[in-house]
């Protein structure tokens, strides 16, 4: 089993610009969710879903969309790429919800110029 | 808001003593709690996790004490190795909130 995939690894985008990062698990997991990373701190909830077509926000949701079609699915898009949303992005998955065991990606290195 | 927080940023400790790794939370309704260990360069790794009605739980090498009084946890890892060297988060239900990360680093 590959776990949870994320792609791509790194990324450079110019502002305004908008991407999508992409998230897979192989699991059956029912619960995903994003988080940032950045320098000296910790990990900070973007949004989360507990199931296919159910999404909701987290610590730090503005300037990001998410959705979740599939079970194994779980894209992050950054509607117009800023400066501050320079950051180490993870995502995660966990069978049972409320943080059972996540299994997260190996993570996307995000660079807004 | 709920937090989770940690209460040194860095630990050092020498090869092959114990470590002991402090959380606060302030959630007192939260019912499950998580460590993860994160390496450099790569993605947070489950560690050992503990319900809220235990107060110890034990893995290999480690063990996660639960004081829902003063609402804090610790992790304690037995005869540091090298390898033990990282940041390690503690997590609470139920969307998983993360403390800040302690960093340990282990000297010879």
């Known amino acids: 089993n590959a776990g949870v995939t994320q792609t791509p690894k790194f990324q450079v985008l110019k502002t305004g610009q908008s991407m999508t990062l992409q998230c897979a698990q192989d699991?059956?997991?029912?619960?995903m969710s994003w988080y940032r990373q950045d320098p000296g701190m910790g990990l900070r909830l973007i949004h989360y879903s507990v199931g296919a077509g159910i999404t909701d926000q987290g610590e730090v949701p503005n300037g990001y969309n998410v959705s979740r079609s599939t079970t194994e699915d779980f894209p992050l898009r950054l509607l117009s790429a800023a400066p501050s949303q320079t950051s180490v992005y993870f995502c995660?998955?966990?069978?049972?919800?409320?943080?059972?065991?996540?299994?997260f990606g190996s993570g996307t290195r995000l660079t807004v110029v | 808001g709920e937090s989770v927080g940690l209460h040194l940023p860095t630990l050092s400790v020498q090869e092959g003593d114990n470590s002991i790794i402090n959380c606060a939370y302030s959630?007192?309704?939260?019912?499950?709690f998580i460590w993860y260990k994160q390496e450099s360069g790569k993605g947070p790794q489950f560690i050992i996790d503990?319900?809220?009605?235990?107060d110890k739980r034990q893995g290999q090498r480690v063990t996660v004490l639960l004081n829902k009084t003063v609402k804090h946890l610790s992790l304690q890892i037995a005869a540091t190795q090298p390898g033990d060297s990282a940041v390690y988060f503690c997590g609470s239900t139920d969307k998983l909130i993360f403390g800040t990360g302690t960093r340990l680093q282990v000297f010879p």
């Open positions: 699991m059956n997991h029912e619960y």
């Open positions: 503990i319900r809220s009605n235990m």
């Open positions: 995660a998955s966990s069978y049972g919800g409320g943080g059972y065991g996540y299994t």
């Open positions: 959630n007192s309704a939260s019912d499950y």
